[in-house]
């Protein structure tokens, strides 16, 4: 029920926005504005973020409302997988973060992995993207897709970066602690396929 809350939620917001975007009318601004309370309100009930933080999320976001992407690096070594520990929760999870403007998903990634592990790699397959609604993680307030993107070390040395406490390789039946705001057990299993069989096809949904 949390979750179906959580969804009328983000769906609410998303039409307040594109309200406020496109109405003229000072009167549909205001019905607009009023849902968009509605739905921080919603969301403040239904996760740990306090009203104040909801709102700031919301306060710079116009236009049409569209999903965030999240983008994380897959780069396997001798059978491991490579993760890093994060600062805010203390598990471990796949270098990557927020898509950031003016640089393509894969420029995205090496630089994740660059800030957060230390090696310098290069993107080489696009490997999957999740609806995280559709995945086990903890409820956020933003509707977002997660992108994995393969990629193979060129160069650097392991060193944690300004959010990552610890740099680490893990092969499947030895899996640490997943921070699974931003990766499932499920996930890293999906990922593992394509460490065994190259030629799998792109994952999605």
């Known amino acids: 029920m949390t979750t179906r809350w959580l969804d009328w939620a983000q769906k609410l917001q998303a039409i307040a926005q594109a309200g406020l975007t496109y109405s003229k009318d000072k009167y549909d601004i205001e019905r607009f504005q009023a849902i968009r309370e509605i739905s921080i309100d919603m969301m403040t009930q239904q996760t740990d973020l306090e009203q104040s933080k909801i709102k700031n999320l919301f ?40 898509g950031d403007i003016g640089l393509s998903p894969s420029e995205v990634a090496v630089k994740e992995v660059k800030e957060e592990s230390g090696y310098e790699v290069r993107a080489t397959k696009f490997l999957a993207l999740m609806d995280k609604n559709k995945h086990a993680h903890p409820e956020s ?29 893990f092969d499947e039946a030895h899996l640490p602690t997943l921070s699974t705001e931003r990766n499932t057990e499920g996930q890293i299993k999906t990922i593992f396929e394509y460490l065994k069989d190259e030629s799998k096809p792109t994952s999605f949904d």
């Open 141 to 169: 307030a933003y509707y977002v897709y997660k992108a994995f993107i393969q990629c193979e070390i060129i160069g650097g040395e392991p060193v944690a970066g300004m959010e990552t406490l610890a740099v680490g390789f």
């Open 59 to 98: 306060a710079n976001e116009s236009g049409y409302a569209t999903p965030k992407i999240d983008i994380r690096a897959v780069i396997f070594r001798d059978n491991k997988l490579l993760m890093v520990k994060e600062e805010t929760d203390g598990s471990w999870a796949l270098p990557g973060g927020w």
